[in-house]
């Protein structure tokens, strides 16, 4: 690594070390957190959150698909659906986040890309225009208060036998209460809230086609491994 990657990195890990502003929003609590590390987040996240081409691999995406990612945040998981499924065969792809800071490089990203849309809006919330065909979140839940409500959003939004995927921290059934108390510290003061609720709530909403439970490093903590987990259901036709 060169010096000013590490220098980079250091930034992105200073404001980490800061943890989430505890004021205000939501969304201006994001923004807090994320636009001092908007330009950085691709490359450090790459080293920390890990299956995320995995899932999209994993949702099978047919041709003429149509395809949202809530909690999208740079877009950085376009290059894996493009490898997926190329782009240029997709119906459409709409990019759903919360931050403008993170929507900012999304935007950039997917410029000249007549089938990508990118859509500051709340994932709670916010509808496409017609049932999509793929719904997914990489490591997003856990930063989304009301998570239940975006299950629920999600879900409504899928068409019937369309699939649900998610990738994301989370603390296993098997972790000790020490463990799951040091992760919760651990990620919380970041505005990520692991929980061993969120895969329960998955398994419960749609028919499930695969479940991993695995660990993985986190940059510069060799000795530290975080649980998580890559989930896809498919919708009741
Ligand atoms: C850790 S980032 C993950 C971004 C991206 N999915 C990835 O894999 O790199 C979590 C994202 O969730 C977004 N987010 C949090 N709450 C949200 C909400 N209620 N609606 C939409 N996006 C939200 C954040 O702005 C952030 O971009």
Known sequence: MSPADFAADARVLWRM?????????????????????????????????????????????????????????????LEALDWACPLARLASVQLVDLCPPLLAVARRRVAGLGNVEVIEADATAWRPAQPVDRVYLSYALTMMPDWQAVLANAHAMLAPGGRLGVVDFHLPEAAGRME??????????????????HLPALRSLCRESLVRERRAALPYLPVVRAPYYLYVGTKAA
């Open 17 to 77: 070390l800061r943890g989430q502003p505890r004021r205000g929003s939501h969304a201006e609590r994001l923004a807090g957190f994320y636009a001092p590390q908007a330009d950085r987040y691709d490359s450090f996240r790459a080293r920390l959150l890990h299956g995320r081409a995995e899932l999209i691999e994993a949702l099978e995406i047919p041709d003429g698909a149509r395809v949202v990612e809530l909690g999208a945040g740079t877009g950085s998981n």
């Open 180 to 197: 799951k108390a040091f992760w919760r510290r651990w990620f919380g003061h970041d505005g990520v809230h692991l929980s061993g609720r």
